[in-house]
């Protein structure tokens, strides 16, 4: 009894594994968002990231602040002022007594063109100091269609274990049961402001009820935007077909490789039928010193996953666009005909 209730070590507490709650929603305040859109659509087209600072707090990510990254070319150097750049900023935080807790980054994008290995490659590195991250992503040229572009993006677990293991093979996706569609998962996003703020947004809040974005939703010109999805939407299309050329180039060298094979048992099945009759040892009907019985390995499915992702959120976007524009084309028309 007396050894039950003794005191456990700090070692044997950090041992004890944590269970941790599933991540349900990403608290943002409003200011971090205005900060995050100022940044992306100042330096649009080009592509920008910078660093959520928060807390983690049970199933709830709260980000309270974030500041750019500087635009860098791709140097060890530059890369290495970078990450200087970064401690020391988060050091100016910690002396101003601000949360300086790295809760993930956040990027901007082009029509919602994400989907890369880089991204993938930037969760694992998060993930190897941070228990949980999430990478929130902004695009510009979806928000001038009078919608705001905002998600909150995390790594599904069981992508995160095939990915640490570098298994991308079809029966290690059959046995997890991954779709392409699994790769990523979207986190709600709930804006949160004090209540010192949300008073004073009520009162600079004007007398009228119609806003800037209510006339950006009823632009009729949407071409520019459909044209430029349908191009990024073809590009796509050629990428998946040059991959499913890579299976099929794998498939063939496999059938090519199993007929060698049999070709190869048949004549040694032959050859020891007769040392049989001779009264001779018979031979090992394999020989795994030769070429034919190399196993092939299987392309990696990770960029097609990708891909076919990307396809279909071009195919969405597509969507509803398309989908907003008829309605604003038919009302339009009603105007008109009164």
Known sequence: ??????????????????????????QIEGLVILK???????????????????LD???????????????????????????????????CLREVNVDNNTVGW???TILGSYQTVELIETFMNYQENIRRCVCIIYDPSRSNQGVLALKALKLSDSFMELYRANSFTG?????????????????????SNSALISAFMTELEADTPVTQCD????????????????????ECMDDLSMEQQKFQYHYRNL???????????????????????????????????N??????????RLESFLITNQIANYCNQINGVAGQSFNRLYLMKALHDN
């Open 291 to 300: 070429p034919i019985f190399k196993p092939i390995p299987e392309p990696s």
């Open 36 to 54: 995050i859109i100022k940044h992306c659509k100042e330096f649009s087209p080009a592509l920008v990231t910078g660093q959520l600072l928060g």
């Open 57 to 91: 707090v049970g199933s709830v990510l709260e980000v309270t602040n974030c500041f750019p990254f500087p635009i860098r070319e791709e140097d060890e150097e530059i890369e290495a002022d970078g990450a200087n750049y970064q401690l020391e900023m988060m050091r």
């Open 255 to 289: 059938s090519r490789q199993q007929a060698q094979q049999q070709a190869w048992l048949q004549k040694r099945r032959a050859e020891n039928m007769a040392r049989k009759a001779a009264g001779e040892e018979p031979l090992p009907e394999e020989d795994p010193t």
């Open 215 to 234: 006339y950006d939703r009823l632009q009729l010109s949407s071409n520019p935007y459909m044209e430029r999805n349908m191009e990024f939407l073809i």
């Open 106 to 108: 956040y990027q901007s």
């Open 1 to 26: 009894m007396a050894a039950s209730s003794a005191p456990r070590s700090f070692l044997q507490v950090a041992a004890t594994e944590e269970v941790v709650s599933p991540l349900r929603v990403v």
């Open 171 to 191: 029966e290690k996706l059959r046995e997890k049961n991954l779709s392409w569609v699994d790769i990523f998962e979207e986190i709600p996003i709930k804006v």
